[in-house]
């Protein structure tokens, strides 16, 4: 019987990440639904990264540095669930984003349910959400693939449409 091998290899990021997430970030391609538009700079990328290291450091977990099995010294994404403020309300948030040269693999639905199993049976979080541009089909596609349900719009954008909110609950195992 064969048995699947992971395409995708996660780790904490590490602070030589940099220049790759400046790299990802700051790419237009990869920002078409960002309102807030591609990384200007690689002292802002240095501060998201600080940001990234800071709460691994202090929560234990956060999003992940993401390459290919066969490639892993090579990041093509950066993602998974990090703690995340919408307005003024605290989440645990799933996002992602990925180098153009990784899209359309289904990566981004495969680092999906790997970041929902860590977060529910790893770190026994109760819930996840998703927050995406409502004009992002794609990746409306993948939180609809990995099982999390519409809960509700975050007008986050001012002069803008709302955010859609995803949610998922923690499965239960009810033996009774």
Do not use: C
């Amino acid at each position: 019987m064969a048995t699947a091998v992971a395409r995708l290899v996660y780790r904490q990021p590490q602070p030589s990440d940099v220049q790759r997430l400046f790299a990802i970030f700051g790419d237009p391609q990869t920002n078409q639904f960002n309102p807030a538009g591609p990384m200007a700079s690689l002292e802002v990328a240095q501060r998201l990264l600080n940001h990234w290291l800071q709460q691994w450091a202090t929560e234990g977990y956060g999003w992940w540095a993401i390459a290919r099995s066969e490639a892993p010294d090579h990041l093509i994404g950066f993602g998974g669930v990090a703690p995340l403020d919408y307005l003024t309300d605290r989440r645990i948030n799933l996002g992602y984003r990925f180098a153009v040269e990784a899209w359309g693999q289904g990566y981004a639905t495969e680092l999906g349910r790997d970041a929902l199993a860590w977060a529910f049976e790893t770190l026994g979080l109760p819930e996840v959400f998703g927050l995406v541009r409502p004009d992002h089909a794609a990746s409306i596609r993948v939180l609809e693939k990995i099982g999390m349900q519409p809960y509700g719009l975050l007008d986050d954008v001012p002069g803008k449409a709302p955010s859609r909110v995803f949610h998922i609950r923690r499965p239960t195992t009810d033996f009774a």
